[in-house]
């Protein structure tokens, strides 16, 4: 098994080695004693000796520039003097540094950095995430005990919406813990070491975060950091919570992706507006721009839509498409779904091969009398593009007068009207909203 320990850090350990016990991948602590510097690297000694295949990163708030002699004028250089200083302690391992808030103060002099939290949970997301994906771990180890408080609940939120991110993402089951041990100020002295939560991840309810208010920064009118796309993250997100699997396939297939604003990009525009004044008894850290705490769920919509991109691909979908998205959705809606498409599948069975018809059409024709059937009597159906909420939720999507039924070697195709299209893509994306 792969596991990642991901240790958040806003205190430097003392560099003594301390004889700490670790917890299991259950969370147990263990009688077993592992000599370290801190708590997560003898996590780290255990797993190993485990048979664990063991990656770390290190997480190093902004505010540890007060362990610095002569901290930089700038916060790129501060960025890269903090990793080196992690180096002493932790070896040569993967380390970010994240903006944060906090007033320290050494040598006399006060280090008062404004960096906002919202902003150190979004780039410990972010990194994360991307950690995540390379490194596809198991377990998820977040180890606070080096952590601030407040650093510790945001590293805590961060760090479950990135696992469960990347669990989506991936279709994986992970199991992720929190681990923290208490202070110790006596020498030699034994140090426990607590799983203070702890969640095996197999399905996330996305919708949940996709239908919330999304925005990217807290300051009002930045040019250039409107959250583009955050509609079609809505509607991604109304289409699981109604069980509307089509209607989810063309929300994923129409949303712009170039549109949106990138990881990258608001980083870096976050990063620009840090800025540092410093003077002879004042080290001023301050951000110009603040993330809002609902940014991360943009971010988790931007990755959920490029993950499904390829699957939403083409101009029709078969059942087994259409069955794969409808995994997303809660169990009472997929009875829904498999009800819907049971039907659809026995009355496509009345038609020939190669052949395309409205659902309207074909649910007229289930019901006509044998007689008529006999006499081949003409189906009269309805071709309207009015999005009705009720119709569309209770028929999970596949309404009677946008939907078209196709019949290509031996598979059912299932694909809207392309006038309708626009519609009903509309229709979904402002649900709820009048009733808000």
Known sequence: MKALIVAVVSKLPSGNKIPFHPVDERGNSLDVVVKESASFLSEEDFLKDEKFEVSKVVFLSSTLSFTLRDPPPDYASLEGQLKEKAKEFFGDTRSFVLPSSGVFVSNGVVHDHREGISNYELFLYLNLYKTLMEEVP???????????????LASSRATELAVYDFASTKKKEVEVMQVASPPC??????????????EVVRKVDLADFFTKEIKLVKQAGEKGINATGKSDIYGVGKAIQYGLPLALLYLVKEAKLENFVKEEELERKIRESIKVNKSEKLYLVEAGLEAHENSIYYYMGYHFIQNYKKLAEGEEFDVDRILEVSELMGEGRRVVINAELKRIKELASLLEKETEVSLDYLLKLGEMKVSDWLRKRKVEEETECEFDKVRMVSHAGF?????????????????????????IINGVKNLDKEES
Do not use: H
């Open 138 to 152: 198991d377990l998820v180890v977040l180890d606070v005990s080096l952590a601030s408080s407040v650093e510790s």
């Open 399 to 423: 309404e009677r007068r946008s939907t078209v039924v196709k019949v290509k070697e031996g598979k059912i195709l299932l694909k809207y009207r392309e006038e309708c299209v626009e519609e």
């Open 185 to 198: 100020f006596a020498e030699n002295e034994e140090v426990k070491l607590y799983a203070t939560k702890r």
